[in-house]
């Protein structure tokens, strides 16, 4: 089984400053990992996944994250945010083998974008 | 391509009636995933099919819960005897594998027991 943490239930920035959204994770097996983004009253929408290879990671909409396996830490970053970005960022993680298919969520993270 | 789709968008009923949902997935998409999402919270898994094979239930999905995917294109949920604590918004997903990990979300049903 696995569990995602997202440290921050909210992180409030200005606009055009940088910004970390923090996840940690739990599982008894290697993992994929994903972040996405939901806007109101929408669905939720892949930013980036790290399947495999490189540890560094580029999405959408300029989001980058960067997996790390001796901290269990997949972190988003982007290094200037816009007021479109404000919106719901939920990470997931999905074993791998094991048959399950199903991805476990972290509680979210509202990012809140300053003027 | 027109997405994940999902009917109806909302939904309300009285406690103790029986609801159903579609979910729509994107064409040729072999695998088809049910979560249920509570204010504030992320998803949860609830189940998922390969083809019209339901291959794995979550614990979260109580006896009330049934989902279909009989000719492996469209899916339904249904849930008899609605409680107050089923009320959530319930999306969609599908993904082709194994071409793909990428799961893409409808844009859910908001069920309002009452």
């Known amino acids: 089984a696995q569990s995602v943490t997202q440290l921050d239930s909210q992180v409030p920035v200005f606009e055009e400053a940088p910004v970390e959204l923090r996840c940690n994770y739990s599982?008894?097996?290697?993992?994929?990992l994903f972040w996405y983004v939901q806007y109101p009253n929408q669905g939720l929408q892949l930013l980036l996944k790290?399947?495999?290879?490189?540890?560094l990671v580029k999405g959408i909409n300029g989001f980058e994250a960067e997996f790390n396996k001796s901290q269990t830490s997949f972190h988003l970053r982007k290094p200037s945010v816009h007021i479109s970005d404000t919106a719901e960022y939920f990470c997931a993680v999905r074993g791998i083998g094991g048959g399950a298919d199903g991805l476990t969520f972290g509680k979210g993270t509202h990012l809140i974008i300053q003027p | 391509d027109t997405g994940v789709s999902q009917d109806p968008r909302h939904k309300i009923t009285k406690r103790g009636q029986n609801v159903t949902f579609r979910c729509d997935p994107i064409s040729e998409h072999n695998r088809l995933y049910w979560y249920r999402q509570t204010l504030g919270q992320g998803p949860e898994f609830l189940t998922y099919?390969?083809?019209?094979?339901?291959?794995?239930k979550s614990r979260l999905l109580s006896d009330r819960f049934s989902a279909e995917r009989p000719k492996g294109s469209f899916s339904t949920l249904e849930i008899q005897r609605t409680e107050q604590g089923d009320s959530a918004m319930y999306l969609c997903?599908?993904?082709?594998?194994?071409?793909?990990?990428?799961?893409?979300f409808g844009p859910g049903t908001r069920l309002t027991v009452t």
């Open positions: 790290y399947l495999s290879g490189s540890t």
């Open positions: 997903a599908s993904s082709l594998l194994p071409d793909s990990y990428e799961q893409y």
């Open positions: 599982s008894s097996v290697s993992v994929y």
């Open positions: 099919f390969q083809n019209e094979a339901q291959l794995e």
